[in-house]
């Protein structure tokens, strides 16, 4: 069950109401007063508007095939944290509101078993295909029901992806690829792209889910060839090729969902060919209409390029540096949006943190959080997913977390979930980033404001330094926005509600993150 959290000794200025915190038994809501340090500027302009922000996701690879056959109490728990939007009557927050959720459509590797060469069991994957050639839509029954869990709990936004073709469509016949070669021949792109349209009609009408997307391909820059999961590497041509074929065949079921290319693995093989010639310069290779590539001109082609956050993501400004030429170069395609697609800590980051050992703590809730900033910033993201949504690892990779049971077990909620919440529970689909500066001069202190539909102003301040910051919102205009609701997650809760008297002073406490929903 989720971990609880009790609040320890409150900083200058807090003084203590009387709800509770988000998975504890102590009070949540406290007061934000002023601090003694200097106070720091924030500067909102509305006016000035940058990326229409279309959602915030996670996947439900891999654990979820299991983690969904668990008691109904129990899912029933962890899909209220990765997806409900309800407060409860004391200010809690069931969950993060997550406005996508990622669909894995397996490649036939859990019925292989021992003979599919992956080695871990909870990286395999179902497939649709039926022994007999047709389809088994009873397939799939623990990611089925986080699917529809999703839907129920108000997600309207789906994506599908595959890691690999099914195994009967391999070159190897393998869910994972040989020598680093890819491992879907050219006369099976037509059935891996009927595949596809298949199992997006068959889902919606047993499930009433439409997929709103579809990403045919996953990283195709690696080499996917040790059997560590289900994957294959594609050539730029490949993609485009297998992109033409599955607009067609979604064209001919009539289907709307749009696809969305091309999952590269690090964000510079959008901009640039790097380290894997004919696999990379994706932006100009699928969306230049000079080039032999093109896909823009295909009709279900979602105008956006997706690419992966991993190992670009330290040190802090040289992952800005990149993200801005990322930016860029996106820019150069008029209409074009970059999605971030994919992230979890991964790697050692330049010893900034490492993603072996799971942590459930704030240090890694603020690297998530600065991550998030910095690509919805400087990127321009319009989309931000996570990777595995519910981990049974001992890795930094999960929001939730969970025992490595495929019957029954206990879960608990990470700090990165919660600082995920703290953009995706309240910037919802439809804003726009706005301008937002402070005056502090430095990227221990990151601000981010957006303006939802509703005309609410949402700013979310990183505070990673360590010590507090009192901060003063204004708007271009002069005047200060009025608070209406605030949450902070920190070591001692998560997206705790805090009452914020003064917009124009308030303490933002220490390695925190604080989410401000305000009245202009």
Not at 134 to 153: P, S
Not at 179 to 205: C, E, M, S
Not at 275 to 297: E, L, W
Not at 452 to 458: H, I, P
Request: hydrophobic share 35%; proline share 4%.
């Amino acid at each position: 069950m989720p971990i609880a959290q009790n609040l320890g000794t409150l900083f200058l200025g807090l003084v203590m109401a009387t709800s509770m915190n988000c998975h504890g038994s102590e009070p949540a809501t406290e007061t934000i007063g002023p601090a003694t340090d200097q106070t720091v500027t924030i500067r909102i302009d509305p006016s000035k508007t940058y990326q229409t922000i279309r959602n915030f996701g996670g996947s439900d690879a891999w654990a979820c095939q299991f983690a969904g056959n668990w008691p109904l109490a129990k899912k029933n728990g962890i899909a209220d944290l990765l997806f409900s939007t309800d407060t409860l009557a004391d200010g809690r927050l069931k969950g993060i509101g997550l406005s996508l959720w990622r669909f894995n459509a397996g490649g036939g590797t859990a019925e292989q078993g021992d003979a599919s060469g992956i080695r871990d069991e909870w990286r395999r994957a179902e497939s649709f295909f039926a022994a007999d050639g047709g389809y088994d839509w009873n397939k799939q029954a623990g990611q089925m029901w986080f699917l529809n869990a999703a839907k129920e709990r108000g997600v309207k936004e789906f994506l599908i992806f595959p890691n690999t073709p099914p195994v009967q469509f391999t070159t190897n016949g393998k869910g994972y690829a040989s020598n680093g070669q890819p491992n879907l021949p050219a006369q099976q792109f037509d059935k891996f792209a009927g595949y596809l349209a298949d199992v997006i009609d068959g889902v919606r009408k047993k499930t009433g889910i439409t997929f709103q997307y579809v990403s045919p391909v996953n990283e195709p820059q690696w080499d996917w060839s040790d059997g560590g999961q289900e994957g294959t590497p594609y050539f730029n041509n490949q993609v485009a090729a297998i992109t033409r074929s599955l607009s067609a065949a979604l064209l001919k079921k009539n289907l709307a969902t749009q696809i969305n290319v091309a999952e590269a693995g690090q964000i510079e093989y959008l901009y640039s060919e790097h380290n894997r010639p004919g696999r990379a310069s994706q932006i100009s290779g699928f969306f230049d209409k000079n080039g032999t590539d093109y896909i823009g001109n295909l009709p279900n082609v979602f105008p956006a390029i997706s690419g992966h956050s991993y190992f670009t993501t330290s040190p802090y400004k040289t992952a800005v540096e990149k993200r801005k030429q990322l930016a860029n170069a996106v820019a150069t395609v008029p209409g074009l949006e970059y999605w971030q697609s994919e992230y979890c800590i991964l790697g050692d980051n330049e010893g900034e943190i490492k993603g072996e050992g799971r942590d459930l703590g704030i240090n890694s809730g603020l690297y998530i959080a600065r991550v998030i900033h910095n690509d919805l910033v400087n990127a321009n993201a319009s989309a931000w997913h996570w990777w595995i949504s519910v981990s049974p690892y001992d890795y930094k990779d999960g929001l939730v977390y969970i025992d490595k049971n495929k019957t029954d077990g206990s879960f608990q909620s990470s700090k990165m979930l919660w600082a995920l919440g703290n953009f995706s529970r309240f910037v919802r689909p439809g804003a726009k980033r706005v301008e937002a500066s402070h005056s502090l001069g430095t990227d221990g202190l990151l601000v981010s404001s957006y303006l939802n539909t509703n005309n609410e102003l949402v700013t979310v301040i990183v505070n990673s330094d360590s010590q507090d910051r009192q901060v003063s919102l204004t708007l271009a205009s002069g005047k200060a926005p009025v608070a209406v609701r605030a949450y902070e997650t920190s070591a001692q809760g998560d997206l705790m509600p805090i009452n914020v008297p003064d917009s124009t002073k308030m303490l933002i406490k220490a390695r925190s993150i604080v989410t401000l929903n305000s009245k202009m």
